[in-house]
């Protein structure tokens, strides 16, 4: 408590500080613009008047500098006819890393810059329609295994402030500088973030599990395009299924590394979020149209199966996830996109936005096949085990209740993939839930596929058609060569 209590007092007397510096420096230098350091607060510093020569200004103060608009930074400002912008370097380091709160997937964050301001002498942050373009001097290079983050301080009543990266986005770096833009003026600087060592075994578990993923979506997906015994809405259903994982999972090993540029990260994660939803969705109308198929059984009425096909499917299958992931965009963009991965930022509740559809999806459907499994065993009991249609549908309630098994509970272990729950059991997790989930599609493939008997017969069909077809055309060869030896022969002989 007394620590934390230090840690605020600090914070408050950093951000007086800062602003301090910045109203006294631009208020002493204001009248006559230009380079220059003051010793009592350690910073070196150029002001300038913007409208001097052009709409933009470049300033630059201990190897960092600033481009900023000035008809933007001036409009609505009340500053008087002093039109003067002024870019401060603290030479000494008055904050570091500890202050940014946001240390997901990183084990160490530190300071890699000096502390820059950029003022126009008003006390309140301004905020700008187009962004400020800052390039800091990196004070050392960073490595593979490093993060560079572009943070602006923000002083909190509560907290006293903290390092945010709210309005700054990451542009570039090297060894020697890094670039950002920001759309509003305050104090900047750029922290390194070391992030965790990936464990080599997950990944190559990762990578190969994805990719027998893949390749068995794939195969499911053909097969539920071509195979026309088995066309009807279970098999439209199962294909819709079948291309959301199989886009996810090749965006995943694509894209999920791809943090830079920040907004193609953002786009990434987006879509994967799109993609995820879009797969529980498509798993919910299955669960709903097992359980109309299973009560028609009772009823005898296939109206509504006709019903369901005609206007639900599309609509709810992708146009429910596109609703949620439009509104959590417009509510937090800045939420797509980690400093580590492509997904979503688990800070602040915004992972809900994904784990809470999931959650509701997966109760729904436990409710359809708890239904199904009292109506299927009332119906069983009262008629002959070996009529078709019922031993049909007891099997498709064994694939359903397989197939849920797989997709949602797999992603309930995430709940415990947290930093609470100790090392060895948020390792032994991430490795049940990345096995878990990357057989995802070869499961669908397994069941829908290879323990489908007209399926298997279809197989059988077009593997031996395609026999017969090799074996023609290498008969046809074998006797296209044999009468070419005797053509030659005939000739040899005539000569």
């Known amino acids: 408590m007394r ?16 602003q301090t510096v910045e109203l006294s420096i631009w208020n002493e230098s204001s009248s006559s613009p230009g380079k220059g350091q003051n010793s009592e607060f350690g910073t070196v510093y150029e002001t300038r008047r913007c409208n001097e020569t052009s709409e933009k200004a470049l300033l630059e103060a201990g190897n960092n500098t600033m481009s900023i608009n000035c008809t933007h930074a001036f409009k609505g400002a009340t500053t008087g006819s002093k039109s003067v912008v002024c870019l401060i370097t603290y030479l000494e380091d008055i904050l570091n890393g500890s202050f940014f709160n946001n240390k997901i997937g990183m084990q160490e964050v530190k300071l890699n810059s000096h502390i820059v301001s950029a003022t126009i002498g008003l006390k309140e942050k301004v905020y700008l329609p187009e962004p400020i373009v800052l390039t800091f001097q990196n004070t050392q290079p960073g490595g593979a295994r ?54 080599p075994a997950l990944t190559v578990i990762t990578h190969v599990g994805l990719t027998m993923s893949v390749l068995c979506l794939f195969l499911a997906a053909l097969t539920f395009l071509l195979c026309r015994p088995i066309q009807n809405t279970s098999t439209t259903l199962h294909l819709q299924l079948s291309l959301c994982l199989l886009l996810a999972h090749l965006l995943f090993l694509t894209g999920i590394n791809r943090t830079e540029p920040q907004v193609l990260c953002s786009f990434i ?4 979020h799109y993609l995820y939803l879009a797969a529980f969705t498509w798993m919910f109308l299955e669960g709903l149209h097992l359980f109309l198929t299973v009560r028609n059984l009772k009823v005898a009425n296939y109206t509504s199966m ?18 949620i992931v439009t509104v959590s965009a417009m509510i937090g963009p800045q939420n797509y996109g980690t400093y580590t991965h492509c997904w979503l930022k688990l800070d602040k509740g915004f992972i809900w936005s994904f784990m809470g559809p999931v959650g509701v999806i997966i109760l729904i459907n436990l409710v359809f096949y708890f239904q199904i499994l009292w109506i299927l065993r009332r119906k069983l009991s009262s008629l002959n085990k070996e009529v078709s249609t019922i031993q049909d549908t007891r099997v ?30 948020r390792l032994v997790t991430s490795y049940l ?9 070869v499961l669908l493939f397994v069941v829908h596929c290879l323990l489908n008997r007209q399926v298997l017969m279809e197989y059988k069909k077009w593997f031996t058609g395609m026999w017969k077809g090799v074996k023609t055309e290498s ?3 074998s006797q296209t060569t044999i009468h070419t030896k005797e053509v030659r022969s005939e000739h040899l002989e005539s000569l």
Not at 306 to 323: D, L, N, T
Not at 401 to 423: D, H, N, P, R, Y
Not at 433 to 441: A, M
Request: proline share 1%.
């Open 146 to 199: 490093t993060k560079h983050i572009c943070v602006s301080w923000e002083g909190l009543q509560e907290e006293g402030g903290r390092w945010s990266t709210e309005g700054c986005s990451h542009v570039y770096s090297d060894n020697s500088h890094t670039q950002c833009k920001c759309y509003h003026l305050a104090s900047f600087a750029v922290l390194m973030g070391l992030t965790h060592k990936e464990d």
């Open 269 to 272: 994660a987006g879509l994967l």
């Open 475 to 477: 008969t046809e060869m």
């Open 433 to 441: 839930f990345t096995i878990i989930n990357i057989l995802q599609g």
């Open 306 to 323: 006709g019903r369901f096909k005609k206007r639900f499917m599309y609509p709810v299958g992708y146009g429910i996830p596109a609703v």
């Open 396 to 425: 498709m309630t064994f694939k359903a209740i397989a197939q849920l098994f797989v997709l949602g509970c797999s992603w309930s272990l995430g709940f415990f993939m947290v930093e609470e729950v100790g090392e060895t059991v």
């Open 3 to 18: 620590k934390t209590k230090r840690r605020r007092d600090f914070a408050r007397s950093a951000t007086l500080l800062l």
